[in-house]
């Protein structure tokens, strides 16, 4: 097999591992039946088969960093527990490091006991986004399905491009480097999450969960559709004044930073899946308003603004632009900002929300999901972010971070307070 090329935001998160994250992209998923695990472990490999990337480890080079094929054993790629605790093995594999250099970008767990199976996945950020894991969690139940059903077909290799090209194409950008304005590709920032004393301790790995139920979650719904809010700007709004009640900023007003798709912007019929293409925008957003309704129009108009901006085009070219440097020159500028980062104490609170994971029918055979959510990365101090995903109308916000520099009490009362928020809409 040969090699797959790698790209600058592939980059990105390969060096954020172990710097400002863990750069782990994870769900758990809870089935209504008993899972082969033959038959999961060779879902795996015939994923692997559809998306050769799956089955590569990242070689580091000077300039240009390549996706390279290894024959993992499928003991690597899918574990068995069987167990009287299934929180803590859960817990416990959700912990685990993973090492793109050393080990495939892709590991699950399935984890059983006498009552019920459950299934861990775990994606190295380097491979792919949270857009990208979606795609990922599809393909595995596909295959899966189709084991069962003794197909022998295997559905075609994907050979497209993992790049940005096609986006530029998409908006009619021929030369990105003629178009790119640095200054529309900044972002600023004011506030971040502070270090907790004990920051010389070992960080261990912690996540906390806000989940809202079908009722709930349908009366926000309503709530967005009535004032013609996307949920997403909802989510914001809690988020932003939980973070303001919890971390008290100087600033009367402060930004937050929020994921955009790419692929959004692709042909419909796109199969750029498994890959990095997304872009990070700023909403800048003002002083908070009592009125809890009024604060959500308010990240609605700012999120629009932000949008309208151009900003993820130069972002992303700005991105691009960085790789022409080659990857050592990248990691070290990466570092360097980090570095920058942890002295002023500045690092924007980010929001990521996948939507949907149920937006198809997914199932492992004739086996039911009966659970699904997104544990989404753990950032050390002062970065921090909100993941979000929805399955059959219960929404989960994931708050993934490093204990002790991020105190458990801050993510209690945060997600207490966006609760609260939240309740408003009901």
Not at 175 to 192: I, M, N, R
Not at 228 to 244: D, E, G, K, W
Not at 316 to 326: E, Q, R, S, V
Not at 375 to 392: D, R
């Amino acid at each position: 097999m040969e090699t797959i090329a790698s790209t600058p935001q592939d980059w990105f998160n390969y060096i954020a591992r172990g710097l400002s994250s863990n750069a782990l992209i994870q769900y758990v998923i809870r089935l209504d039946g008993e899972i082969d695990y033959a038959l999961l472990s060779q879902a795996v490999l015939r994923s692997i088969q559809v998306e050769p990337v799956l089955g590569c480890r990242f070689q580091e080079e000077e300039l240009q960093p390549v996706w390279t094929p290894v024959a993992f054993e499928p003991e690597s790629l899918c574990w068995l527990v069987e167990t009287n605790d299934i929180q803590k093995e859960i817990d416990c594999f959700l912990s685990q490091e993973l090492d793109a250099a050393q080990e495939p970008p892709i590991k699950l767990c399935l984890i059983k006991d006498n009552k019920q199976n459950v299934i861990v996945v775990k994606l190295n950020h380097a491979v792919c986004d949270g857009a990208g894991s979606k795609y990922f969690l599809r393909l595995l139940a596909n295959s899966y399905t189709q084991l069962c059903q003794k197909e022998a077909v295997v559905p075609a290799e994907n050979k497209l491009p993992r790049n940005t090209q096609a986006f530029y194409e998409a908006l009619g950008i021929q030369e990105p480097q003629s178009y790119f304005d640095p200054k529309k590709a900044e972002l600023s920032s004011s506030w971040g999450f502070p270090v907790e004393d004990g920051e010389t301790a070992t960080p261990v790995f912690s996540h906390q969960l806000l989940r809202l139920g079908k009722t709930d979650f349908l009366r926000i719904r309503q709530f967005a559709k009535e004032h013609q809010y996307s949920i997403n700007s909802v989510l914001m709004a809690a988020y932003y004044l939980a973070l303001r009640e919890v971390l008290t900023p100087a600033e009367r007003a402060n930004e937050l930073q929020f994921t955009v798709d790419l692929r959004s912007y692709l042909p419909a019929d796109s199969q750029q899946t498994i890959c990095n293409l997304s872009a990070i925008l700023n909403a800048d957003l003002p002083t908070p308003n009592a009125d809890f309704s009024v604060m959500v129009g308010l990240v609605e108009k700012a999120v629009k603004t932000a949008l309208a901006s151009d900003g993820l085009v130069h972002g992303t070219i700005g991105g691009d632009l960085a790789g022409t440097f080659g990857f050592q020159a990248t990691a070290d500028f990466f570092k360097a900002d980090w570095t920058n980062i942890l002295e002023t104490g500045k690092c924007t609170p980010m929001i990521s929300n996948l939507g949907r994971l149920d937006a198809s029918p997914t199932s492992f055979g004739e086996i039911t999901i009966s659970d699904l959510y997104l544990v989404s990365p753990a950032f050390y101090a002062p970065a921090f972010m909100l993941g979000v995903s929805t399955y059959e109308d219960v929404l989960t916000v994931c708050a993934s971070y490093y204990n002790p520099g991020i105190s458990h009490e801050h993510i209690q009362k945060l997600l207490a307070i966006m609760k609260n928020y939240l309740a408003t809409c009901c």
